[in-house]
């Protein structure tokens, strides 16, 4: 099987987390388990995730020139990505996410973004060779929106001699509506239930997805959790995706451990529904594990979690 190019523009945090027997309401201090340090952000999760499935990724961001900065580099570079557009910025701190995991892996997150929020327009176009390679680009929203809007551009380059998919992650979700310009340039939407709504005022996901095809979005898969995903390429043209049955051990990297599965089966030209099956095996696996990164599976780990799930 031919080696597919995905560019992964996005952010890096170091992931710092304790497992509690509760979450903690507002005001309230419980006491958790153990700190555990792990390389996590939505963009550096989503390009492992790939990696690890065996695609050849291109990681364009930023981190600090500090501690966190040294160590998310070196263990990108373990992961085999390139790594020739990540800067690292000497002005801003490093990203850095505090999560507490519940007993059943739900989570409550905050992060600090750092020099996540500094990455520019110019920094994605310093990549343009590598779009210019990409058979998918795949994008969120936890670096500045002019710099997500640069790079889906650079993915739709009328130059190109071969067409690029463009993936778009909405999380977290934006405060505010996305252009009408930027979303008619996504191929597929990905937002996850709470997302959708956010984006929409529609709590009903097939309401949700309709408002969104109708603003310009060629496709819209909602990520459901433990109920699957609803896939729709036209508002009369919807189907779900029933989830694989799993326990939960922590859902941080679940959005992350789909896109980048969905990014992978995309790009080796698996339809729509085959690679949303696909993605949704490698999120069943991560919820398996705890941390962000640690929990993302390898290609061969999904094989023989899909022949088991068909057995």
């Not at 934006?174 to 709504?197: G, K, M, R, W, Y």
């Not at 036209?234 to 029933?242: A, E, L, N, T």
């Not at 099956?277 to 594990?289: D, E, K, L, P, Q």
């Amino acid at each position: 099987m031919a080696v597919r190019r995905i560019v992964v523009v996005g952010s890096s945090n170091t992931d710092l987390i304790v497992r509690a027997g509760r979450l903690p309401l507002p005001g309230e201090t419980v006491t958790g388990g153990d700190l555990m340090t792990a390389a996590g952000g939505k963009g550096a999760n989503q390009a492992v995730a790939a990696a690890r499935l065996g695609a050849e990724v291109c990681f364009v961001g930023r981190v600090g020139k500090d501690m966190f900065g040294d160590q998310a580099r070196q263990h990108l570079a373990q992961e085999g990505l390139d790594l020739r557009y990540l800067v690292q910025d000497a002005d801003a701190p490093s990203g850095v996410a505090l999560i507490v995991v519940g007993p059943r892996g739900q989570n409550i997150i905050a992060v600090a973004p750092g020099a996540n929020h500094r990455l520019t327009p110019v920094d994605v176009q310093a990549a343009s060779p590598v779009f210019r390679q990409a058979d998918v680009v795949l994008l969120q929203l936890e670096v500045p929106l002019e710099t997500v809007e640069a790079a889906i551009r650079l993915g739709h380059e009328p130059s190109r001699r071969t067409p690029c998919l463009v993936i778009l992650n909405p999380a977290p979700a934006p405060t505010q509506a996305l252009p009408a310009s930027l979303l008619a340039q996504v191929d597929i939407l990905t937002p996850n239930e709470h997302e959708a709504a956010l984006l929409t005022g529609e709590q009903d996901p097939e309401k949700a997805a309709a408002v969104l095809l109708e603003r310009g979005v060629k496709t819209v898969v909602v990520t459901l959790g433990e109920t699957g995903a609803l896939v729709a390429v036209s508002p009369s043209k919807m189907v779900r995706i029933p989830a694989y049955p799993v326990e939960a051990v922590d859902t941080t990297a679940a959005g992350d451990a789909f896109n980048g599965g969905l990014a992978v089966a995309l790009a080796h030209e698996q339809n729509l529904e085959a690679a949303v099956r696909y993605a949704s095996a490698v999120g069943a696996i991560s919820v398996t594990r705890l941390g962000a990164q640690p929990s993302l599976p390898t290609a061969e780990e999904v094989s023989g979690f899909l022949r088991q799930q068909s057995g």
